[in-house]
């Protein structure tokens, strides 16, 4: 039952950091575009922002498993504690780089909170007590992540930069041949 556990869990973060990174590399190249037809140009895009929303969403992604495994298991009070602190963690970060930095701080407070807390304390005692190679699976949860994000980032970003229409026909066109690369490259992932 351990090792069927240990399978299922490493492969089940593997997914879940897959999934994140292929949605954030889709999101990169395409979100100015997808920003100013959804605001009519009526906010200003903020490239720092949608960057530290987007890369820290992925780079926690994977502990979303381990706080499911840490509700559903008998470790709520770990779940408890560590939600707590990040509460807390998160509230001193803001009030520290709201007022200097703005939105950007919250941003910032968001992700600096989940990463630290909720993947470096919670995913680290879960991912520890499940696994008996943890930090070689989280350097390779790293490796997927990064290979896939720049990897379907610089994809977008070509596909992107390489049609020569107007805007918003451009968008709809640059999305759907993503979409289309992005399906046959993962084609194979899709058989048993």
Known sequence: DRQRLQGLY?????????????????LLPFWPDFFALWTHGAIPYDRPLTFVLLIGTAAVAPSILAVGYA?????????????????????VLSAILIPSIGLLGAAIAVVASELLIQFGVLGRIIIRQTLEHPLRHLLFLAAVMVTVTLAGWGLGTAIR???????????????????????????PLASK
């Open 10 to 26: 490493a492969r089940g973060s593997v997914l879940v950091a897959l999934l994140a990174s292929v949605v954030v590399s889709g």
């Open 71 to 91: 509700n559903y298991s008998d470790r709520g009070q770990l779940l408890l504690r560590a939600k707590a602190l990040q509460l807390v963690l998160f509230l």
């Open 161 to 187: 930069l390489a049609i020569p229409l107007a805007e918003p026909l451009r968008f709809f066109v640059a999305c759907r041949l993503s979409l289309v690369v992005v399906a046959v490259a993962a084609r």
